[in-house]
Antibody, heavy 116, light 109 residues
Framework: EVQLLESGGGLVQPGGSLRLSCAAS????????MSWVRQAPGKGLEWVSS????????YYADSVKGRFTISRDNSKKTLYLQINSPRAEDTAMYYC?????????WGQGTLVTVSS | SYVLTQPPSVSVAPGKTARMTCGEN??????VHWYQQKPGQAPVLVIY???DRPSGIPERFSGSNAGNTATLTISRVEAGDEADYYC????????????FGGGTKLTVL
């Protein structure tokens, strides 16, 4: 069974930085693209970023391009999301998910709150 | 760029059929995926590539996609089906990106 466990969320000040992690188990991690999807409180789902299995190809939503960086360490079976210069509107639950065309399964999420 | 339009809410009585739509020009040319999200939980994939069901998803869940509308259908609706449902596509027309609809709240009366 594939399991994804996010960590690294918390309170961050506007203009600060934060790195989210997603530890994967139950799969040959390097074979699969991975993605981050977020959900602001009371709002819908928003795709954030995806990365190919090798890590060579990365894709970003316009809302985070230039501020967020997705990466992966296949030897550690871990996905990352580096969040720089966060804004109040980045406050959300951040989910990692296996895949890029579609997302399955999802982790339970880690909450990021951007506030001074 | 893709904008997926979903009705904010759908209501249905137990045992009846619920249909939730996802609209965009020529969405029938895309693979549409559907997710169920219950309060306080992570989303769960219920349909991928328009009509395929992941293992563990009941046969009551089905999907279709043609023209400008994709549809998620839930037959013999149960109280436990009450949730938010989101459609999603991968848009590779220009930049590669994921696109979600705004979601539909299914209420079981």
């Amino acid at each position: 069974e594939v399991q994804l466990l996010e960590s690294g969320g918390g309170l961050v000040q506007p203009g600060g930085s934060l790195r989210l992690s997603c530890a994967a188990s139950g799969l040959t991690f390097s074979n699969y693209a991975m993605s981050w999807v977020r959900q602001a409180p009371g709002k819908g789902l928003e795709w954030v970023s995806s990365i190919s299995g090798s890590g060579v190809s990365t894709y970003y939503a316009d809302s985070v391009k230039g501020r967020f960086t997705i990466s992966r360490d296949n030897s550690k079976k871990t996905l990352y999301l580096q969040i720089n210069s966060p804004r109040a509107e980045d406050t959300a639950m951040y989910y990692c998910a296996k895949g890029s065309s579609w997302f399955d399964p999802w982790g339970q999420g880690t909450l990021v709150t951007v506030s001074s | 760029s893709y904008v997926l339009t979903q009705p904010p809410s759908v209501s249905v009585a137990p045992g009846k059929t619920a249909r939730m739509t996802c609209g965009e020009n020529n969405i029938g040319s895309k693979g549409v995926h559907w997710y169920q999200q219950k309060p306080g939980q992570a989303p769960v994939l219920v349909i991928y590539y328009n009509s395929d069901r992941p293992s563990g998803i009941p046969e009551r869940f089905s999907g279709s996609n043609a023209g400008n509308t994709a549809t998620l259908t839930i037959s013999r609706v149960e109280a436990g089906d009450e949730a938010d449902y989101y459609c999603q596509v991968w848009d590779s027309s220009s930049d590669q990106r994921g696109v979600f609809g705004g979601g539909t709240k299914l209420t079981v009366l």
